[in-house]
């Protein structure tokens, strides 16, 4: 073990010593008061005292803020990493740990503080012994001088040992008992999960928004370019297709992004089957709908359902051809969404269209086809229960 770190070790220990002297003295002020000794500190009486006002250190660890002051001392001086607690109000499973380190920081601190005021000044009056002689007449006459040295050294060395294994005590139960306990640690992880989690149903949003919006732009480009010359109108009301879906497009990743950055104002209402004549307007493609009263599907599974037809119309317009059909009702406390094209000559294969759909439907505890039907046709059919338990 580097020395610098017994010494840092040795400081915090002395450092839990002097915090305990106020108690230490008004230990021994009462104790006097009641038992009527005198100013001779015996030590049966100090060790009395000690483990009497233990009690007294719990109470004040159990009710003071002294988290933040202990943490620091044990990330300075005992070399340990103190991982932060959950941001709450303190818990009493939170303070009975504090009172617990506070109590055996003191206790400890106290010990080895002690130890240490008793072995130094023997210590260095060990080494200077046999060169100033028996001045005080501690020693009986004729008691020889040179050994004393050593006896000073194996002190020292036995002090230096209590050092290192009360440090390396303090040490290991600092994370312990004043970092997050197991169930702290375990709400952590869910909280992780939870974030994890929404910000990868973020990311399938955004995929499923702007891979739309492109498959628009480029749809809406490519019939601007065919009339630009011989049907200026259609070409500018492709063009004005162009520009709502890429403001769009530029909107849903602006509530992503503000979303990610925990921005309140960014957390706007996110589009539903209400929306969906909005939809299939700004999309560009030619489709036939059967919407029936969808007023009765949860507005979880309404947002969700969108997406699931945004994609459902993207991977249409990216790969097949022709009239889309579009049919959507709630039929026996199920959603009904089936979404039918012509297959184009690629098929619907790559990208993460159908995965995501796949993805959704499971979340909503649902079912999902999407495959070539009649007459070369492909189609998505979905099926969502309106009591799905999300």
Not at 200 to 227: F, I, K, P, Y
Not at 298 to 322: C, D, F, M, W
Request: glycine share 12%; proline share 5%.
């Amino acid at each position: 073990m580097r020395w610098t770190l017994v010494a840092r070790r040795w400081a915090c220990l002395v450092l839990g010593g002097a915090l305990l002297m106020p108690y230490m003295m008004l230990g021994v002020l009462v104790s006097g008061t009641v038992g009527r000794v005198g100013a001779d500190l015996l030590l049966p009486i100090d060790v009395l005292v000690f483990v009497a006002v233990l009690p007294v250190v719990a109470l004040t660890g159990l009710f003071l803020p002294l988290r933040a002051f202990e943490v620091s001392a044990a990330e300075g001086l005992l070399g340990v990493r103190i991982d932060p607690l959950p941001r709450r109000a303190r818990t009493w499973a939170e303070r009975r740990r504090m009172a617990a380190w506070f109590t055996l920081h003191l206790g400890v601190g106290g010990v080895v503080s002690g130890v240490t005021l008793a072995i130094v000044p023997f210590v260095v009056w060990s080494m200077a012994v046999p060169f100033t002689g028996d001045r005080f007449g501690i020693l009986g006459q004729g008691t020889p001088l040179g050994w004393w040295p050593l006896g000073g050294l194996a002190f020292l060395v036995l002090l230096v040992a209590l050092v290192q294994g009360a440090g390396a005590l303090l040490a290991r139960l600092a994370p312990v008992l004043l970092g997050p306990s197991p169930s702290d640690r375990l709400a952590l992880a869910e909280e992780q999960a939870r974030t994890l989690a929404e910000r990868n149903r973020l990311a399938r949003e955004l995929h499923d928004s702007v891979g739309h919006a492109l498959s628009v732009v480029t749809l809406q480009a490519a019939a601007a370019g065919r009339v630009l010359d011989r049907d200026p109108a259609t070409a500018r009301i492709a063009l004005e297709a162009i520009e709502q879906s890429a403001r769009a497009a530029l909107e849903d990743l602006d509530h992503v992004l503000g979303v990610l950055r925990e921005d309140p104002q960014a957390r706007a209402p996110q589009a539903t089957l209400a929306d969906l004549d909005e939809l299939i307007r700004t999309s560009g493609a030619d489709v036939t709908r059967e919407v029936g009263d969808l007023s009765a599907v949860p507005a979880v599974i309404s947002r969700e359902a969108y997406r699931i037809v945004q994609e459902a119309l993207t991977n249409a317009i990216k790969h097949g051809h022709g009239t889309v059909r579009l049919a959507a009702a709630v039929r026996e406390d199920q959603l009904s969404i089936e979404v039918t094209n012509a297959a184009g000559a690629g098929g619907h294969g790559g990208g993460r269209g159908v995965a995501g759909m796949r993805e959704r439907v499971g979340l909503l505890r649902g079912t999902l086809h999407a495959g070539p039907v009649e007459a070369g046709e492909w189609q998505v059919s979905v099926r969502l229960p309106l009591r799905s338990g999300v």
